[in-house]
């Protein structure tokens, strides 16, 4: 059994666990099963337009895969009571704990995180702006994200960052015991 059978598996049951709570990463394809119900996942085409709430958007994808890699680590597939408490923790811990916890538990390399902590500074400046012109991404040297190139550059570095997520996640979805799951489907 393997991710792809199991997948077969869920999309042609016609109920299926609320106990299993996890997210699916099949090529160009995700998938999430929640509370029963296997819906599509997010769109794997990142993109990201010059305006605060796409930026926000894009930023919350990545933070939302962040909670998912450490559910797959700590309670795997499971959505039961300590599920839902570790849920709820996660939503209290800031992305740069978790983005450090990440480098202390060998998931993030030390450049994977240098690289997500200077992204994620510019979600912490987002957040508290209206316009994106207030907004600064500092790699080596400030660049403004009003610039074309600043943005042009800051979007790049954004996607890159959620394919290099997306490989991580897989790998954490590798571990899964596909047969064991496939039985409590």
Not at 23 to 42: P, V
Not at 120 to 137: A, G, K, T
Not at 146 to 174: H, M, N, P, R, V
Request: hydrophobic share 40%; net charge positive.
């Amino acid at each position: 059994m393997n991710m792809l059978n199991f997948l077969n598996q869920a999309k042609h049951n016609k109920k299926i666990s609320p106990k299993i709570r996890l997210y699916l990463i099949d090529d160009d394809k995700h998938y999430f099963i929640n509370n029963g119900i296997l819906k599509k996942g997010f769109n794997p085409k990142f993109s990201v337009r010059k305006n605060r709430d796409s930026v926000m958007s894009a930023f919350s994808k990545m933070a939302f895969l962040f909670d998912e890699i450490i559910r797959l680590r700590i309670v795997m597939y499971s959505n039961n009571d300590a599920s839902m408490k570790l849920l709820y923790l996660l939503n209290l811990i800031p992305i740069n704990r978790k983005i450090r916890t990440f480098l202390d538990w060998k998931v993030f390399g030390p450049e994977f995180t240098r690289d997500m902590s200077r992204l994620f500074e510019v979600r912490n400046d987002v957040m508290h702006c209206i316009l994106l012109n207030e907004v600064n991404y500092n790699i080596d040297k400030k660049i403004s994200l009003s610039s074309s190139s600043g943005f042009k550059k800051f979007s790049t570095d954004l996607q890159k960052a959620w394919k290099t997520l997306l490989k991580i996640y897989i790998i954490e979805q590798e571990k899964i015991n596909w047969k064991k799951l496939s039985e409590e489907l």
